[in-house]
């Protein structure tokens, strides 16, 4: 259904796209709350209707950008709010588990730094970033906390194992 959306978004000449996302959200939601308590291995996980729309335009947003458009693209549809995110961190026990998360978070889902790489930047440990593309030797992002709110950032492919070693292991 969100394929769909997206799809009468990108080729038809939708006259009122808020009264379009507004008849159709919840059903185009209705399998978000499963999904995040399938993909968290969490069944008791309960969902407010702010989160779900926020999970709901993340992923229709994602879909867009694949036809090259944004939802800032079409007045009276809301944008994701990030905030209700940015105080949350998800631990898995199970690989498996984090291999389905981090597929997710690929679509603005906010990642967590864990370690100080350029402070005068903002990239301090705690900074949350949503990311926008992947690439080699770098991630971009954009910053969600702190002080540089909506600023760009590039973060360069950094090698977490130390050289000299005293240990037979890495």
């Known amino acids: 259904m969100r394929q769909l959306f997206c799809t009468i978004l990108l080729f038809c000449e939708v006259t009122d796209p808020a009264k379009l996302w507004q008849t159709n959200w919840e059903l185009l939601s209705e399998d978000i709350q499963r999904r ?11 969902l407010n209707s702010l989160q ?5 335009l993340a992923e229709i947003e ?11 693209d079409f007045p009276g ?9 940015e105080e949350r961190a998800i631990l898995c026990p199970r ?5 389905q998360i981090n597929t997710y978070i690929m679509s603005q889902i906010p990642v967590m730094l864990m370690r100080n ?4 930047a903002g990239l301090c440990n705690g ?15 954009q910053v969600i906390t702190g002080t540089n709110i909506g600023g760009k950032v590039y973060i360069p492919r950094i090698i977490m194992s130390p050289s000299d070693s005293k240990w037979p292991f890495i």
Do not use: M, Y
Request: avoid cysteine; charged fraction near 25%; charge should be positive.
């Open 36 to 46: 995040q308590r399938r993909i968290l291995n969490f069944q008791a996980l309960e």
């Open 52 to 56: 779900i729309k926020s999970l709901l």
């Open 62 to 72: 994602h879909l867009l950008a694949k036809g090259g458009k944004s939802l800032k």
């Open 77 to 85: 549809i809301p944008l994701p709010d990030s905030s209700i995110l």
């Open 95 to 99: 690989n498996e588990t984090v291999d």
């Open 117 to 120: 790489i350029n402070q005068s």
């Open 127 to 141: 900074t949350r970033l949503t990311i926008t593309q992947l690439g080699k030797r770098f991630i971009e992002g």
